[in-house]
């Protein structure tokens, strides 16, 4: 523990917000716990990235919010990710402004299939024994201070539930906005996949104004049952006065599935760590991660799948751009576990950059414990090709179009692969914002 190590909250105002949110005991007794916890970690130590120097201070205090009258409250920015295919108002969806959630829509469909998808704090009232069965589970407090601090300051968050055999056939979406630097902001998603159910989720991250070194410490957890199948898409694009810290986590019983898709479009410092846990045999992870890096950002984007069951699989592909003063750490992790024999464990990183200044480190790392498997990976740091420049410049077509086009040829490959047309759409418009395309 440092001695310098000052918490956001003392553990007397922990306990009187969360009864003043009408939160069950055991919630209550769990966030003291983590504040204690908090205390006595470390924060987590990252590749090549000193987190401790980054401005981790505000994380802001829980305010209540007003529910919204309709969508068009919210800012142009906003209501420009709530497309739904030209059918009006979307169904199922969920909008979280600051601290808590302001909106949430749940067709009749989903609710007589005997899905649940709710905010986190309603379903601490309507379905306490189902949260409390898996909250924090998949990412434990005691991992490190953020994680702790996460599960003592956690406000609103998704808790979605897909019952044994059910297929959810539309994507949920769920946008969360931050505009308020006073209000804290750090929503906590909570997916449980029952046996043979399958869903899309998806969801966005946006700020508004400047919010002064806000710290948005979220976490993500995924719980996929045995033959079950989760589709989960995010796309953060928080401006420069938000520090972003992120943990996503799955974990995936026998022939269970998880389909990983992030956008790390954030103009301030980040973190994120990507990871799937395959318990299961038969099991199966597929990440692809795009990262987008300008001005003086700080980015440590980790992508990892853990085997233990055996003829698990796994794949990632990670491609990052960085331009101006950008520094981008892009790791790579497989670990295969004793036991987990036949194994398949493929990654590739790659990570461009598009000014002398800006700097990228690709670290492809493989941990295997076990013979009887197959692990491979890829990675690659340049510049923009000259020659690409040149010839593309020969055919007639000028500078900024040439090194645009190379661009999006380096992304494309991981954007055309994605499954939803609206996710890709909308990384091509932040990449196109983000480089000044």
């Excluded at 987590?44 to 409250?73: A, C, M, V």
């Excluded at 142009?76 to 402004?97: F, H, I, M, S, Y």
């Amino acid at each position: 523990m440092s001695a310098q190590t000052v918490l956001p909250i003392d553990r007397q105002s922990v306990a009187e917000q969360s009864q003043a949110r009408r939160e069950p005991e055991w919630m209550t007794h769990l966030r003291v716990e983590a504040l204690e916890l908090a205390e006595s970690l470390e924060l987590p130590k990252l590749e090549k990235t000193r987190i401790d120097r980054w401005n981790l201070q505000s994380f802001g205090s829980y305010k209540s919010n007003e529910p919204l009258n309709s969508l068009d409250q919210l800012p142009p920015a906003a209501t420009a990710l709530l497309q739904n295919e030209g059918q009006g108002k979307p169904d199922n969806l969920l909008v979280q402004r600051n601290s808590g959630v302001v909106y949430h829509s749940v067709s009749e469909q989903l609710k007589a299939q005997g899905v649940i998808f709710t905010s986190l704090q309603d379903a601490l009232e309507q379905h306490g024994d189902l949260v409390k069965a898996y909250f924090m589970s998949v990412v434990g407090k005691e991992e490190n201070r953020l994680t702790a601090l996460h599960a003592a300051l956690w406000s609103g968050g998704v808790f979605l539930y897909v019952p044994q055999n059910v297929q959810v056939e539309v994507p949920v979406q769920a946008l969360f906005l931050t505009d308020d630097a006073e209000a804290s902001f750090s929503p906590h998603v909570l997916i449980v996949a029952e046996q043979h159910s399958s869903v899309t989720y998806v969801d966005n991250y946006l700020s508004e104004g400047n919010l002064g070194g806000l710290v948005q410490n979220g976490v993500v957890e995924v719980v996929v049952k045995p033959g079950a199948k989760v589709t989960f898409a995010s796309v953060h694009h928080l401006n420069d006065s938000v520090t972003d810290l992120t943990y996503r986590r799955a974990l995936v019983e026998n022939d269970g599935s998880i389909e990983w898709i992030v956008g790390e479009m954030n103009s301030g410092n980040a973190m994120a760590d990507t990871t799937s846990l395959l318990k299961g045999s038969g099991s199966q992870s597929d990440a692809k991660v795009i990262c987008v890096g300008t001005n003086d950002q700080k980015l440590n984007i980790t992508t990892r799948a853990v085997h233990f069951g055996k003829s698990s699989e796994s794949g990632m592909i990670t491609r990052a751009v960085m331009r101006d003063e950008a520094t981008a750490i892009v790791n790579g992790v497989t670990k295969i576990e004793k036991g987990a024999t036949k194994a398949n464990g493929e990654q590739t990183e790659k990570v461009l950059m598009l000014s002398p200044k800006a700097r990228g480190d690709a670290n492809p790392i493989l941990l295997i414990d076990e013979d009887d498997v197959k692990a491979g990976h890829a990675a690659s740091v340049g510049q923009v090709n000259p020659e690409q420049v040149y010839y593309l410049m020969s055919r007639g077509i000028s500078r900024a179009e040439a090194e645009r086009l190379i661009i999006y040829g380096f992304l494309d490959p991981v954007v055309a692969e994605i499954p939803l047309e609206l996710v890709q759409n909308q990384l091509r418009s932040i990449v196109e914002r983000k480089l000044g395309q």
